[in-house]
């Protein structure tokens, strides 16, 4: 059972290594400007990488996890100026949040799990999904003296946060796993007719 976490933090720290300028049109020599802050703003919230259709199964059954991925995306670092991404800027957030975060260039693709299980409840129609805390963040990095300044923002998750399970298309959302990404599943996986559907489009309209 996971809860969803949504959190603004807004945080100044001084950088251990500091940004990178580059020099030239070509940005193929740097400097390390040491002692840079850093101030944060950061939000957390659990996501779907891994949606399955829905399938009717009964006790005894074998449930098969097919891990259809589900809007896959990379861990991203961006800067707005013409400048390399500010080193260990990463880890620096990681050290903030206090949770492993997937580096950049690295999918949601990595995380998916495929499995085959029995299925031991009375008859669903089940869901299988799949779910990462990502952690979206902006960052403000000035070097010392003023005279540099570098916005960005990274995009990322929490690699210890993996979470799976199914939403049962035939129960209401009081009788589904308390899970945010339940919501998601009835909604773009349960036909539109379900009791799970009807109940989660009264409680959102």
């Known amino acids: 059972m996971i809860r969803k976490a949504s959190v603004v933090f807004l945080v100044l720290a001084v950088g251990t290594a500091g940004c990178v300028e580059q020099n030239g049109a070509a940005g193929k020599d740097s400097k390390v400007c040491g002692g840079a802050t850093y101030e944060w703003?950061?939000?957390?919230?659990w996501v779907p990488i891994v949606l399955d259709a829905a399938r009717v199964v009964s006790r005894g059954d074998e449930l098969r996890v097919d891990g259809q991925p589900y809007n896959p995306w990379s861990a991203t670092i961006v800067v707005d100026q013409d400048v390399e991404p500010p080193i260990g800027a990463l880890s620096e957030l990681s050290r903030k949040v206090g949770k492993p975060l997937a580096s950049p260039g690295r999918s949601t693709m990595s995380e998916i799990i495929k499995m085959t299980t029995g299925f031991t409840g009375e008859e669903a129609q089940a869901v299988y999904f799949q779910a990462v805390e990502r952690v979206d963040a902006q960052f403000v990095l000035k070097c010392p003296g003023g005279d540099r300044t570098i916005t960005g923002k990274i995009s990322t998750w929490n690699?210890?946060?993996?979470?799976?399970?199914?939403?049962?298309?035939?129960?209401?959302?009081a009788e589904n796993p308390e899970n945010p990404v339940v919501k998601v599943a009835a909604i773009k996986r349960c036909p539109k007719d379900s009791v799970l559907v009807q109940d989660v489009s009264r409680i959102n309209p």
């Open 41 to 45: 703003r950061h939000e957390a919230q």
């Open 159 to 173: 690699t210890g946060s993996k979470s799976f399970g199914t939403a049962d298309c035939l129960k209401p959302l």
